[in-house]
T-cell receptor, first 114, second 116 residues
Framework: GDSVTQMEGPVTLSEEAFLTINCTYT??????LFWYVQYPGEGLQLLLK?????DKGSNKGFEATYRKETTSFHLEKGSVQVSDSAVYFC?????????????FGQGTTLQVKP | DTEVTQTPKHLVMGMTNKKSLKCEQH?????MYWYKQKAKKPPELMFV???????INESVPSRFSPECPNSSLLNLHLHALQPEDSALYLC???????????????FGPGTRLTVL
């Protein structure tokens, strides 16, 4: 079946450190890939997306590249801030889906310390 | 207007109460979703509406009853809930089904539900 696997957290970093959160997927069709972020007490916000192989999604200093050969979509940021502390979800949906169903990873909690 | 709104923000109800959650979007999206999220877990899909018709029910108990009165509005009616139903309930919407943009879902801030 279709699934998303994220690295387990929590991830604790100092401010200005480099961030990588690993995400790999299994899909029976051709997926679109997403990173969502959830700040404490809030809903999910779309952080970035990629819809085909080798696409790079980017937003607010975060980047992720759709790697079909390794079935991965790792999230990176060069210099994290305290305000980046949140839960990050990797997700996929199939291009030919008639339901638009999002399949989420388990989420990775990021804590950035000043 | 590029947001999904949800009311109320917080709701406390007893097991014999009837209450409703409301979700609204004015982006012209034709698909709307209800999710349930427990603490430190990813959202779990409950229902999908496509063109105001229920297209997916993920085996949700009948004490949860969705309704889509028009293309902008989605309700979730709650009756005889159990304490284990306490969670964050998220609404989402996405553009026209069948298009590539359909795959992108926009989430509301959620309703934090506590069942006593």
């Amino acid at each position: 079946g279709d699934s998303v696997t994220q690295m387990e957290g929590p991830v604790t970093l100092s401010e200005e450190a480099f961030l990588t959160i690993n995400c790999t997927y299994t899909a029976t069709g051709y997926p679109s890939l997403f990173w969502y972020v959830q700040y404490p007490g809030e809903g999910l916000q779309l952080l970035l997306k990629a819809t085909k192989a080798d696409d790079k999604g980017s937003n607010k200093g975060f980047e992720a590249t759709y790697r079909k050969e390794t079935t991965s979509f790792h999230l990176e940021k060069g210099s994290v801030q305290v305000s980046d502390s949140a839960v990050y979800f990797c997700a996929l949906t199939l291009l030919n889906s008639n339901t638009g169903k999002l399949i989420f990873g388990q989420g990775t909690t990021l804590q950035v310390k000043p | 207007d590029t947001e999904v709104t949800q009311t109320p923000k917080h709701l406390v109800m007893g097991m014999t109460n009837k209450k409703s959650l409301k979700c609204e979007q004015h982006m012209g999206h034709r698909a709307m979703y209800w999710y349930k999220q427990k603490a430190k877990k990813p959202p779990e899909l409950m229902f999908v509406y496509s063109y105001e018709k229920l297209s997916i029910n993920e085996s949700v108990p009948s004490r949860f009853s969705p309704e889509c009165p028009n293309s902008s509005l989605l309700n979730l009616h709650l009756h005889a809930l159990q304490p284990e139903d306490s969670a964050l309930y998220l609404c989402a919407s996405s553009p026209t089904p069948g298009t590539i943009a359909y795959n992108e879902q926009f989430f509301g801030p959620g309703t934090r539900l506590t069942v006593l």
